[in-house]
């Protein structure tokens, strides 16, 4: 039973809709329930929403379409909301197969399905993406935030060699409660960000660049040594656990 349900439940036993025997029931059904299930190859946990807040989610790379259907199968069969992520064509193909309702988002690499009610972040969380060669990785991030029930704002294409285009968005930008900006080359875009607002940034290095950028290790290290303040970084690529930071961060 997920939170979701678990609050439908108590008001319904408030409103008198559920008697108290019947409720107990149900809770002590939801209570034996495994908290994991073991598939053979994979322990879906389905205590995560509990501990988290949000549900597990998957991560494509490294597993076949057939194990990511039967996660998401699982996933879904218990009312939980449905996340994958670095998910491939093939890999849509097989969990729609046994999750029609799923979706994907091919630039941002993810199968979704939203079920139940979630708790909505306080303010907008803000994408900012350097250049174009970046949108995977910034989409990544915008639909796990909304995903998460973040209200997302992009801006995308505002990178430092065309500051124009980024001061112009200045007071959408100063407005956000949080801003997530994903950036590879040399990693500038989050000092220069963070040096205009008083909200804390999230710098997603990306891999993009030519050979001395190391497959994005020059921006991680530029972005580390960022001489702006507020600034936290993420792992390269790692428009997820940005998101998830960041979606942490709003419903505070």
């Known amino acids: 039973m997920n939170a979701a349900k678990l609050k439908a439940l108590l008001e319904k ?14 809770l002590l059904d939801a209570l034996r329930a495994q908290p994991f299930e073991d598939l053979g190859f994979a322990r879906v946990d389905h205590h995560r929403a509990l501990r988290q ?12 379409p057939a194990q990511i259907a039967s996660i998401a199968a699982e996933i879904v069969s218990r009312g939980s909301t449905l996340l994958v992520t670095r998910a491939t064509v093939e890999a849509y193909a097989a969990v729609r197969a046994v999750v029609p309702g799923a979706v994907h988002y091919a630039e941002a690499r993810v199968i979704a399905l939203r079920q139940g009610d979630l708790t909505p972040g306080k303010g907008r969380i803000a994408i900012v993406s350097a250049g174009t060669s970046d949108l995977p990785v910034a989409e990544e991030a915008a639909c796990t935030a909304e995903l998460m029930g973040n209200t997302v704002e992009r801006f995308y294409d505002v990178g430092v060699a065309g500051i124009h285009r980024l001061l112009s968005e200045r007071a959408r930008l100063a407005d956000a409660r ?75």
């Not at 036993?13 to 149900?26: K, N, Q």
């Not at 303040?229 to 942490?248: C, E």
């Open 178 to 252: 949080v801003i997530v900006v994903v950036a590879g080359m040399e990693g500038a875009l989050p000092s220069v960000v963070s040096g205009l607002v008083a909200v804390p940034v999230i710098a997603v290095p990306t891999s993009i660049g030519y050979g001395a950028s190391f497959g994005g290790l020059a921006a991680l290290l530029g972005m580390l040594n960022s001489c702006a303040s507020g600034v936290s970084v993420v792992n390269i690529d790692n428009g997820f656990g940005a998101a998830n930071i960041a979606s942490l961060i709003n419903h505070s």
């Open 13 to 26: 036993v408030a409103t008198g809709r559920v008697a108290t025997p019947e409720a107990e029931r149900i």
């Open 53 to 64: 807040g949000f549900p597990e989610v998957v991560l494509g790379l490294g597993k076949t």
